[in-house]
């Protein structure tokens, strides 16, 4: 049986960077009215986009 690919990818980080998105999801929960916050996976998947598209468009200038 062939195994399907996954489009999602395992990153490590630090203890450190961990405890930084809970504090971003923590601070996120405490904003919303309902009391809910994105998953931490979330949040990193967000910040690396953001990261990623700052660095494009490094390049192109």
Not at 3 to 8: E, F, H, M, Q, V
Not at 24 to 34: F, G, M, V
């Amino acid at each position: 049986m062939a195994r399907k690919r996954s489009s999602t990818r395992v990153i490590l980080v630090t203890c450190e960077q961990y405890e930084e998105l809970e504090r971003i999801q923590q601070r996120d929960r405490l904003k919303s009215t309902t009391g809910a916050a994105p998953t931490v996976n979330a949040i990193a998947r967000s910040l690396l986009d953001k990261a990623l598209s700052t660095t494009s468009q490094e390049k192109t200038v």
